[in-house]
């Protein structure tokens, strides 16, 4: 997820998206997925289906209402229908929460975990374990999850302590089905930086299920570190990777390219650690030019991909 950009960025009339995938550039250990927030004006079997046709490993699923509504009934038998559509199309997935209205109708990202009100706090737990079902259902890697703005009468050590609190049954679900729950350090939350994630981690006693989402962007945003520098820090706890381009100090998601971000010493960075899981593009104020944007990443992706230096035997590092 991301918040509101400083700035737009004009997006003029696209090509069609071509009919077949991009070139693959050959063997290598990185497996690529689109996020659905970037799709939100296509049917999920549609942005499915295009994901599929254009090359994707993967597809990062965010639970809204356009996309496997986590609050409407029959969510057993819609998460069944979904899974069987993934499995026909060959592709992996994981469970991503940052949809914006999806609790609240007037509040952005509301309530979160750090809300005063227990009930209110209580609606977003009860979201994520619902998340951490549904992706033990869809066969997915991890769920994605985000601390949350810190409120305006709440200090530090409160919200702190709130947030190690409601994760903890998160928590419990995530270990009874084996899904790994993400955390994203957020630029502009309680839990904004890396530094952040670790202070977490300790507070809970370092449990099995609690992983890391990085955000190769939000790197490039606030990081003391290089991107590159932070996948190889993070890697221990690398669960769920988010990619895309942006620039030093402004928390806008950008398109490939438009930002300042090295990318070929990042995915080598990644491909080093032996992460399995998706890198999924995040885009989600692109909707309005999914598709398009969809298949331009890819091969931008296997571009920067074949950029990394080979070994003498002719694997990368």
């Known amino acids: 997820m991301t918040s509101s950009p400083r700035r737009t960025t004009d ?14 550039p050959g063997p290598h250990p990185l497996r690529f997925g689109y996020g659905t927030n970037g799709l939100t004006d296509l049917r999920l079997d549609d942005a499915l289906a ?6 994707y490993d993967g597809v990062g699923l965010t639970l809204d209402h356009m996309h496997l509504d986590p609050l409407a009934p029959d969510l057993a038998a819609r998460t069944g229908k979904v899974a069987r559509r993934l499995a026909s199309l060959g592709l992996g997935v994981t469970v991503e929460t940052g949809a914006r209205y999806v609790l609240d ?11 005063p009100d227990p009930d209110d706090r209580t609606r977003r737990v009860d979201l994520l ?5 549904v992706a033990a259902d869809l066969g997915a890697h991890a769920v994605h999850c985000f601390s949350g703005v810190t409120p305006d009468d709440t200090d530090e050590d409160t919200a702190w302590k709130r947030l190690t609190e409601t994760l903890a049954p998160v928590l419990d679900t995530a270990t009874r089905t084996g899904v790994p729950l993400a955390v994203e350090p957020e630029p502009g939350h309680l839990l904004a930086s890396l530094a ?15 992983g890391l989402t990085l955000d190769i ?22 669960r769920h990777v ?18 300042e971000i090295d990318f070929p010493p990042v995915l080598e ?9 998706l890198t999924v593009v995040e885009l989600p104020r692109h909707s309005h030019a999914g598709p398009h944007f969809a298949a331009q990443s890819l091969p931008f992706l296997h571009r920067a991909t074949r950029a990394i230096p080979q070994s003498p035997e002719g694997r990368t590092p």
């Not at 295009?50 to 090359?55: F, Q």
């Open 11 to 24: 997006v003029s009339p696209r090509p069609a998206v071509p009919a077949s995938p991009a070139p693959d």
């Open 50 to 55: 295009l994901l599929s046709d254009l090359g």
């Open 105 to 115: 109708p007037r509040r952005k990202h509301g309530p979160s975990l750090l809300d």
């Open 129 to 133: 374990m619902t998340a951490v079902r």
């Open 196 to 210: 952040d994630f670790h202070r977490l981690r300790r507070a809970l006693g370092d449990p099995a299920a609690l």
């Open 217 to 238: 962007g939000h790197c490039q945003c606030l990081e003391p570190l290089p991107p590159a520098d932070c996948v190889r820090a993070a890697a221990p706890w690398l």
């Open 242 to 259: 988010q990619i895309e381009d942006m620039r030093r100090g402004v928390h806008e998601h950008l398109p490939f390219g438009d930002g």
């Open 269 to 277: 960075a990644l491909a080093a650690t032996g992460y399995q899981a």
